[in-house]
């Protein structure tokens, strides 16, 4: 069994299902995965991936996970009452072999009742696919990357570097992400003093006393353009939605929904103060630390009370040169995925599933990064380009 708590997820889909079960309970939403490598065949594993969510689907949560989410300052008590009852139900997702060899997950349901599919989804179709292609996998690669990787971010004058782990969507293994959780944990130090912040995991945070990170990812703001009064205004309106829920806490804005140019034109001076900072996920990191900063500047906002959080296909290498341009400017925060998770030496497969449709209509990404959007509906693409004044991706 890959999955053996619900908590094994990472935790900005608790905060945004608690926005879901108090402002949005009626939406039905769908989903679809994608696998960015060409012609990576998935298809002869499906019937593994299927029993692995069943599996998943007799879950519930314990009284020790509840209460752990109950003792989070910003976790509302009836949002965890709802969770005591809660189960995925397997009516909801369809697994599909195609006659490429690849495979088609669709997810399809009341936005509630589905939210918490993604992450354990991708976590599963990663192991599978990992145990029949990789039956003995080289683990003293991995350590010995993971051992460079610490060893790079021990050197003189990084002290103040922190990174964390955004890894559980396409990790090697339930195992090997637990091992490299411990490892850094050990090695680097976690607390004030540590370099280790913490993880977007809620059950490795929850078992091994880490600090569980996350606030918002890009299915809500999407959602936003099915839900709000008027497209244009969705970004502003998923903002003050969760304003409305979380009154200043999980203050960090997700910057790429609708292209940055987008974001800095509705990220005003009432947004400025309002979030402690904002998170890079596609884009040039380097431009958008350096227009991040110009911009609380021009709102005459002290941009060193601000917090900058970059995640986008980071390595060690990359997080040092992001800390070192950015340092003493701004307050800094790095959450490595894939790199930390699944580097043992074999091509990580670039797995998403991504919300395409909410009430009934599509919804979409328009990413800063080529390839990185997902949207079935080209006319509907084209009219968000239109209303957010963003030109097409070459």
Known sequence: ??????????????????????????????????????GVPLAPFVQEIREEIRSLCSLSFKEGELKYLRSMRFVKSDFVDFLALFKLNEKYIQVTALPSGEIDICIQG???????????????????????????????????????KIAQLQAPGLETLKIADYGT???????????????????????????????SN???????????????AHEYLQACQALGPRLRDSQIFGFESWAKEYRGDLGIALSDVYGFNAFLRDFDLYF????????????DPFSWGERMIEHYRGHRVDPTTKTLIFSDGLTVPRTIDLYKQFRGRCQLAFGIGTNLTNDLGYEALQIVIKMTRCNGQPVAKLSDSPGKGMCDDEKYLAYLRQVFEISPSP
């Open 1 to 38: 069994m890959i999955i053996a708590s619900l908590l094994d997820t990472d935790l900005y889909k608790f905060t945004m299902m608690q926005v879901v079960l108090h402002q949005f309970p009626g939406a039905q939403v769908e989903y679809r995965f994608k696998c960015r490598n060409p």
């Open 110 to 148: 009341p936005w509630l009742h589905t939210i918490l599919f993604e992450i354990p989804v991708l976590a599963i179709v990663n192991e599978v696919f990992f145990r029949n292609t990789q039956k003995v996998p080289d683990l003293m690669e991995g350590r010995r990357r993971l051992d460079t």
């Open 169 to 199: 969507r396409r990790r090697f293994s339930r195992a090997w992400h637990e091992e490299v959780l411990r490892v850094l944990a050990a090695r680097l130090g976690t607390g004030p003093s540590g370099q280790f912040a913490g993880t």
């Open 202 to 216: 809620v059950y490795y945070a929850y078992m091994l006393g880490l600090t569980p990170l996350g606030t918002m």
């Open 272 to 283: 400025c103060k309002l979030f402690d900072g904002a998170r890079h996920d596609s884009g």
